[in-house]
């Protein structure tokens, strides 16, 4: 009966603040979030661990590219504070749309920056492709946001900057990418003092098992096959060639203070282990879980709680098999150069990166051959005088130093038509 | 030149109390020792661990069943306090090896615990086998030593009593068995509100992918020759049976407070993943190294510090292939009835273990065949009346009367030559 009865007077004055308390009792509980990069694969992905954790997660930024329409529908249904778009050609065609009580906060470097330094935000899932997450990140980190991180090129340009700052500022730093949220997992609570070597499982991409000579006609299509994860084209590409795998390496010095002779890759073709570390008295531990992208990212946007599974467990009897392999340095030269760029340190992996950019960019637009991408970045490494990178424009100076270079030797090595 | 000067000088008055002061800090950063069972596979394993950390352990205690020249030779060579034999007969021949230092503590159950209850251990290693062990191990838990636990019995027998006389007690017990092992390190600092499931791994022993026909010509030696770990021959039995398992079942429920449907088997031929956990939200960690008890032992000796490796690490690459599957819980039914146990509690896991000890013993002789294992267990399961055991007496009365039906229901059973 009393049930009933305040269910009927629910809308009265005593009841509608009574319910404004329990909405801000529940706010606070909530984590509020902000996600650069939201219309590409990992964003999409973060929006439905969203979704499955409405209660326990709220939207205050969201950050794109220039894909308008997926944005302003994404607006619509999580009604975010503040957004953003790479251009200005883009936020038009997103104003357009509609009204909406959403803050445009402008385009390119700045938008990212407005939308990860957001006052209502606590955590910043930096899942923008490229290098232009940059400022972002570490405007996030001045702000005392936590970051959950999604981009490899922070790191492997401006680790030393960003770590730094994040150390500086007390602020953690969650690694979304599969390897390093494995890692991040397997480390748990555990002195660095215990830690022998981080050991990062590889798929071995789509050429696995095929020898350097096999991998000259080999297209963009059959690169973009990648066997376990579905990704964007320069992810891919970059898991094709290990150079992702490289980048990872990179990432994870920077992520787990560990040297580059400390990290060891293993090829995994299932995928099914994540990454593992080996601990002094020989001990390995690993973390396993099904290829899903939104695990990962749920555990960033959690910690230091986890919350129940949005998928099913992973079946290991029915996995059935897991294969382990050393990697083919020789097939796969970028794998090489990328622990050849983070043993020099100072600005080679900015070199690294950016020669890598270009090269794949080339490689999708079927003017370069796919064993020329590591071609490309090699020439522009031995072409480079290493240098110290101190501030974000030391970063970008060598960046643009590097993809005028890349471009060149890419021009060197183009396919005749 | 001084510390020339200093060396010759070494052997005044002043430098030998120097020397002293030096010894007694040393052994305040030892951690002193008691093996019960060490002339067994895991007591030379510990002893062996011992060795290689002959700066970090002392032994203090050590008790043995007959082997009177064995526990001789580990006297002579790791001189501890207190040692203690099976039978009066074995301390007699033990006796006759010539003079020692060492205080002989009595024979049987009493000397055991008179060994594992010496003021000057800080750590028991309960490696003794079957249900002798039992009122050590409580003794040790009474005197605050810290419990290294290699002996599935204590707790399958007595689970209820020995966790909670270790929780009033605030003493630790570290599993040495690798599987539990392996989820002890899993669960490392973690809250247990975060734990779903474990998952325990199997060899499948030899006898893997045999149907249940094809069993029951099986010959005792075939069922010793265990696929990945060398151990004593009623463990090795209890592997090619999956009793092993079971037990192993019942014994994570006492150590980890998990339910026996949290609590899943998968068949591992390589026995290098050797257990695993999963968090609530399906993230999955797990523990692999080689296959040698010297790392379990040396995890439980260190804990929670950890040591240099004795073993050269684990290569992935070169192990190559780790397979999964779902254990056939018709051709080996003992699994089956362990869970069976461990679901009506009380009594019933008790009945399993002496039942199962006489069964295999019965095989070992040449009496019964291999499919009679879980037959004579069923029998004597079936038989039981369940009820409360909640002292040792209660335990060692339960166990007498399994013993003996379980004799006559082998009887019923045996082989007609």
Redesign the interface.
Known sequence: MSSVSSAVESFSVVESFRMESFRVERCRRMKRISILGSTGSIGQSALAVVDAHADRLQVVGLAAGENAELLGAQIARYRPRVAAMASGAALDRLKHQGPSDVTFAGTGRDGLVAVASHPDADLVLCASSGTDGLEAVLAAIEHGKTVALANKEVLVMAGGIVSEAARRRGVAILPVDSEHNAIH??L???RTS?L?RL?LTASGGPFRGRSSSELIQVSPDEALKHPTWRMGRKITIDSATLMNKGLEVIEAHWLFGVRADQIDV??HPQSV?HS?I?????????????TDMR?PI??AF?YPD?????????D??R????????PDTDAFPCLRLAYRALEAERSLPVVLNAANEVAVARFLEGRIGFTSIPLVIERTMDAHRAAHVATLAEVRSVNQWAHEHASEAARGVELKV
Chains 1, 2 share one sequence.
């Open positions: 997992q397997c748990h609570a555990r215990e022998k050991i293993v090829i282990v593992m080996e601990l002094v008295d020989g001990s390995i531990i690993a973390q396993l879980g099904v695990l749920q555990y959690s986890r919350w129940p599974a949005l998928l099913p467990s992973l290991l009897a996995a059935g098999t897991l294969e382990f392999g050393a």
